[in-house]
């Protein structure tokens, strides 16, 4: 009798959280899916730019991959110090600081290693480059990326540290539609700058 009221209590308990999941999570996979409509469109008008410079269209998924990657990192490290009360004063200067060299720290190296692999595959498609355009296009594209994402995704925690939302349910989703139109903007403004160089 007492096991079959802790099943049902139980059941009742995830029934509430996979709802109160649902109802944060989805209206920002929804916003997710028509930014990323627009992330398309932004490319297929940013080709006459990228192609300027020869094999640079290279240099889009590798910008937008490592995105990903570092600020969805950067998102579950933010959730996780807001759920153990780290974004609060007196850890929150310290605890942002360290994300935020974390973060534009890796995007700026592995930018400059994006960079290097670009130019090897253009060179290597019969397309001539040059090292120093590719390594500086990449490096301001991955930096202005991941400085641009990592205030987004600070300023999106601590706005759900000051609501009931669950950070873990709406910045990594809001990053990643973000970021795929942010991607794409800084790698065309990497290179016009690198052209003008």
Known sequence: MVSERLAAENGQ?????????LKQA??????YSIVELFAGLELSWALPTITLLPG???LVPAIMDMRGNIISALGSRLGSSAHLGLLVPPHRREEIKQNV???VGSSMIIGAIAGVVAYAVT???GFSASLFRFILAAFLAGTLSGLSLTVVAIIITLATTFTKLDPDNVVQPTTAALGDILSVFWVLVAIRLVLVI
Request: net charge positive; aromatic share 8%.
């Open 13 to 21: 308990k995830r029934y509430r959280i996979i709802r109160t999941v």
């Open 101 to 103: 060299i974390g973060s």
């Open 26 to 31: 989805f209206p920002v996979l929804i916003l």
């Open 56 to 58: 640079a269209i290279i």
């Open 123 to 125: 060179i290597s498609l």
